[in-house]
């Protein structure tokens, strides 16, 4: 097992997460971090290290302070309920202080993928966990370390090593599983939202193109969609993938793009799919926000997602948000832990995050399954 920089790579290794590790991280432009690639067996991780304090505002795909303090107030503040969202920004902005204080992005994450929704592979059951949180110890004596985008239902294994080992768990969010292993039996196809997506996709007069045959000069139009939908209809902290960010990916295999174009040559949709024989995620979703509600955009894209998931005999991890869409498509609600060891670090860091993850387990997830989040 060893921890690899990119200026230590050899010219003639190649994998996806050597790519990745190589060439992505500087194409985010909301993102400041520092890469390496954990390899062991046959596997090989992106790893990302933050020492703390890189950026104000660094995206929440490696700071968990951005995570838990400026995600969650900019969430409270569209949540719609008053009387709810003030004394829990007030939490939110307390806790964040000490959060900061106790340098709580002091953090090493493994299988960081940077995105939104990073997925495991499949076979590994996390036998090596034990060897690699030594590891991590040895190099990172005075990080957090840990593992994002867990839940019960993929990865209950490495749930339990993990907290086996020490680790803590710190719920993040909920997000939405379509479960396609059946193929065309799947739950989700007999809804009825489903069968009105379905049938809108068939009819369709937008193109389906593939990422394989989209033009440089369409990258510039892909990332403007999605900064439309994830930037400014969502929230800015998202990551902010670049033009060569998306072509990088298409180019390197790990992300797989797919445009709507209309019949007037003009792309209104981006999708691009992460993931591996068992997972399927879509960390890039965006359409044009201007055209009229009826145009179905997000109704046509949540198809592909669907129909991918079918014909594929995988799960659908659909992410978060559009909560209410995505239940009435069938979704099951899954809730996001990350797994984080502080065992070597002093008394007064460790409390920070003990205290943080009794706050979300006993706050924190009630209220996303109360109000259906």
């Not at 174009?261 to 399927?280: C, K, Q």
Request: with cysteine.
């Amino acid at each position: 097992m060893r921890l690899i920089t990119p200026e230590q790579l050899d010219a003639e290794q190649d994998s996806l997460a050597v790519r990745f590790v190589r060439h992505a991280a500087d194409k985010i432009n909301n993102v400041t971090t520092r890469m390496a690639l954990l390899e062991f067996g046959a596997y090989q991780f992106p790893v990302s290290i933050n020492d703390g304090g890189e950026c104000v505002d660094n995206s929440y795909v490696v700071s968990p302070l951005t995570a838990f303090t400026g995600y969650a107030d900019y969430e409270l503040a569209h949540l719609g309920r008053p009387w709810l969202a003030w004394p829990l920004q007030q939490l939110v902005a307390g806790v964040g202080r000490h959060l900061e204080r106790q340098r709580i992005d002091r953090i090493v994450q493994v299988n960081n993928w940077l995105l939104s929704t990073n997925v495991y592979p499949p076979q590994w059951q996390g036998d090596e966990l034990a060897a690699m949180t030594q590891l991590l110890r040895e190099r990172f004596p005075d990080h957090v370390f840990g593992f994002r985008s867990l839940n019960r239902f993929s990865n209950p294994q490495l749930l339990e090593r993990l907290s086996a080992l020490g680790y803590v768990s710190v719920p993040s969010r909920q997000v939405y599983l379509f479960d396609g292993c059946a193929g065309q039996q799947a739950a989700f196809l007999r809804h009825h939202n489903t069968h009105l997506d379905a049938t809108l996709l068939r009819k369709t007069h937008y193109e389906i193109v593939p990422g394989h045959a989209l033009a440089d000069a369409d990258y510039p139009r892909l990332q403007h969609l999605y900064n439309l939908l994830y930037l400014e209809k969502y929230c800015p902290l998202n990551p902010q993938f670049s033009a060569d960010w998306l072509r990088c990916g298409q180019r390197d295999g790990w992300l797989e793009l797919t445009a709507l174009r209309n019949p007037e040559g003009r792309i209104d949709g981006v999708l691009g799919w992460f993931g591996n024989d068992a997972i399927l995620t879509a960390p890039v979703v965006g359409y044009d926000t201007a055209l009229p509600q009826k145009t179905g955009l997000y109704r046509l894209i949540t198809q592909l997602c669907l129909q991918a998931a079918v014909e594929r005999g995988c799960l659908l991890n659909f992410s978060s948000g559009a909560a209410h869409f995505k239940r009435l498509r069938g979704g099951q609600p899954e809730i996001e832990y990350s797994m984080v060891y502080i065992a070597h670090l002093p008394p007064a860091r460790q409390r920070i995050w003990q205290l943080l993850s009794k706050l979300l387990h006993g706050i924190g997830i009630p209220l996303m399954q109360r109000l259906k989040l």
